[in-house]
């Protein structure tokens, strides 16, 4: 079964802010990454944390880290049409570079 | 650069069939990987290389074969397709064999086994 957790589903106003959550398991990962995967493409690097760091802002992204619940969020500001995606939290298991997901979760902008 | 670059786009196959699945990056990355995506089940891995020569078993190696051909391609080989393959494939490379460094993927081979 999968070691990382995530809500399958967001819908979010456009101009409002979105907060994608994740959970996982493995307590010795050392960095966490958002991918987004537009329909019919591959996957995009957004952001990553590294385990000893508590949040990190990239212009609109924010990510936070809850190390001791295992907890990963990432926000997005004034979210746009173009943000529709499926978003994947990933953490690395170990120093040869094996990630492993969360199922992704669908976030759909609405006007 | 193109980066991570995979053929084909689109392919279907009877079960039995067999097919590789090519995947070339000109980054100069060391580790490459395959991984296979399902609904609601996000990516797993089948295989890795983590340097050119050497390669591993992922999460799902089950009915594949891999072959690093050299540092640029890496290889996924289907011997005798099943349904249960039906899945859209990623390759990804990353710079570094060991350490911290992120993965960039291909743009993907969807795959339907009848």
């Known amino acids: 079964g999968e070691d990382v957790e995530q809500s399958l589903f967001l819908s979010v106003r456009e101009g409002d802010s979105s907060v994608i959550n994740c959970t996982y398991t493995d307590s010795s990962s050392t960095y966490l990454y958002w991918y987004k995967q537009e329909p019919g493409a591959g996957l995009q690097l957004l952001t990553y944390?590294?385990?000893?760091?508590d949040m990190k802002q990239d212009q609109r992204l924010t990510v936070l880290l809850n190390k001791k619940d295992k907890h990963l969020s990432l926000r997005i500001a004034d979210t746009q049409t173009g943000d529709s995606a499926i978003y994947f939290c990933?953490?690395?298991?170990?120093?040869?570079?094996?990630?492993?997901f969360g199922a992704g979760t669908q976030v759909v902008v609405t006007p | 650069n193109a980066g991570v670059t995979q053929t084909p786009k689109f392919q279907v196959l009877k079960t039995g069939q067999s097919m590789t699945l090519q995947c070339a990056q000109d980054m100069n990355h060391n580790s490459m990987y395959w991984y296979r995506q399902d609904p609601g089940m996000g990516l797993r891995l089948i295989y890795y290389s983590a340097s050119e020569g050497t390669t591993d078993k992922g999460e799902v190696p089950n009915g594949y074969n891999v072959s690093r051909l050299n540092k640029r391609e890496f290889s996924l080989r289907l011997e005798s397709a099943a349904p249960s393959q039906t899945s859209v494939y990623f390759c990804a490379s990353r710079a570094l064999a060991g350490g911290h460094d992120t993965q960039y993927f291909g743009p993907g081979t969807r795959l339907t086994v009848l």
């Open positions: 944390i590294f385990s000893n760091m």
């Open positions: 990933a953490e690395e298991t170990d120093s040869w570079g094996k990630l492993q």
